[in-house]
């Protein structure tokens, strides 16, 4: 299954219609895979030092892809992606891990926020 519990495709080509609209729709729009937000989901709930507590260190942007599709299709993926945006991403999710000790032992919820909206307008542009 996919990161939104969709079964794992080997390519674009064998999608429904409308699902391999909406993945290129998404990466024409921000340059990313749209469901490479939900990777940082998780950052958005967290509200007091426990929620810290529970979020792990994030993966790059190819590793996430990899991970939550489908071989071929993630190759796809990966290739319309945008190199600078994938630059911008994985720059993201390095501060992010480098910090997120820090703000474990701060419990710094707003830098969580932070990083969370950062990523936010990286990958849905809101």
Do not use: C
């Not at 507590?53 to 790059?60: C, I, P, T, V």
């Not at 419990?107 to 909206?117: K, L, Q």
């Amino acid at each position: 299954m996919d990161a939104e519990g969709h079964p794992r495709t080997r390519s674009l080509e064998e999608l429904s219609e409308i699902r391999r609209v909406q993945i290129e729709r998404g990466i024409r729009s921000t340059s990313l895979d749209y469901d490479s937000y939900n990777s940082w989901m998780s950052l958005f709930y967290v509200v007091d030092t426990e929620g810290i507590a529970r979020l792990s260190e994030l993966l790059h942007y190819v590793d996430f892809v990899r991970e939550s599709r489908g071989d071929k299709l993630a190759e796809q993926i990966i290739e319309m992606s945008d190199a600078g945006a994938i630059e911008r991403y994985d720059e993201l999710v390095d501060r992010f891990n480098a910090d997120l000790p820090r703000m474990r032992d701060e419990g710094d919820v707003a830098a969580v926020r932070r990083f969370h909206d950062e990523a936010n307008k990286l990958i849905r542009n809101k």
